[in-house]
């Protein structure tokens, strides 16, 4: 994660990058679960939903709804939100009773790349494109 630009000063975006944080390991530990043969597979992905589906929301309820407003990184949201969706789609259309584990690995891939892409590309721009108004109302709501 950024430790370089300060961007995690701002309370929102120290809470997505501690939560971002908290999905990177639960999604290592399911990775680990499937490569292992681990019984408690179906578990660290319900694990892995738990943290993701209300971060996820947070990010486009809240800091995506300011970007957009601003306007100059709607590109980027919109690719992180179809991003999102994606994922999410992977993750939460597997047959739990007879998982095909292949494209969740291929997922968690792409979740490692889309955290990153937020951790030193949109969060830093975020800090950098916001007026103060918007980071008073993010910070309030």
Do not use: K, Q
């Amino acid at each position: 994660m950024c430790d370089y630009c300060g961007c995690r000063e701002f309370p929102l975006i120290g809470r997505l990058t501690t939560e971002h944080e908290a999905i990177a390991n639960a999604a290592e530990r399911l990775r680990t679960a499937i490569t292992s043969g681990a019984d408690d597979a179906v578990t660290r992905l319900d694990d892995l939903l738990a943290l993701l589906t209300p971060h996820t929301d947070t990010e486009e309820r809240d800091l995506f709804v300011e970007l957009r407003a601003e306007g100059s990184l709607t590109e980027a949201v919109d690719r992180l939100c179809d991003e999102h969706d994606d994922i999410h789609g992977v993750l939460g259309a597997i047959d739990r009773t007879s998982p095909d584990w292949s494209g969740v690995l291929a997922a968690l891939d792409r979740l490692r790349r889309h955290i990153d892409n937020e951790e030193h590309g949109l969060f830093p721009a975020a800090v950098i494109a916001l007026p103060i108004p918007a980071w008073d109302r993010l910070t309030s709501g």
